[in-house]
């Protein structure tokens, strides 16, 4: 079993950064598939970036591209979120996911088998 704590989150002014972490323990040998996502109220749960491996690998979606770094750190069980020049449409609650095992990029939520609880990000001048 893994177990992912987000932290990081608070609140920042538009065209600031914030940098998020999420911390792994429990069986996280082989935890290659790592994640970002982000819910925003009233709409749906989004990937925002994603990395296999040890970095060879990423993804982001346009509307973060650029902007949002995704990195890990294994001797520390943990990765981060990189968050620069945020607007307030990236209000909303973030969350780590991770997967073990995985063979390929992980993009959608369904390729994830474990998530943390959320850390809350708002922007707002």
């Known amino acids: 079993h893994v177990q992912l704590v987000e932290s990081g989150g608070g609140s920042v002014q538009p065209g600031g950064s914030l940098r998020l972490s999420c911390a792994a323990s429990?069986?996280?040998?082989?935890?290659?598939?790592l994640g970002w996502f982000r819910r925003a109220p009233g709409k749906r749960r989004e990937v925002i970036a994603s990395?296999?491996?040890?970095?060879?690998?990423?993804y982001y979606p346009e509307s973060v591209k650029g902007r949002f770094s995704i990195s890990r750190d294994n001797a520390k069980n943990t990765w981060y979120l990189q968050m620069n020049n945020l607007t307030p449409e990236g209000s909303a609650e973030y969350y780590c996911?991770?997967?073990?095992?995985?063979?390929?990029?992980?993009?959608?939520?369904?390729?994830?088998?474990?998530w943390g609880r959320g850390t809350q990000v708002t922007v707002s001048s």
């Open positions: 996911a991770a997967e073990l095992h995985s063979t390929s990029l992980c993009t959608k939520m369904g390729d994830f088998g474990y």
């Open positions: 429990g069986n996280t040998y082989n935890l290659n598939c």
């Open positions: 990395i296999f491996g040890n970095g060879g690998s990423t």
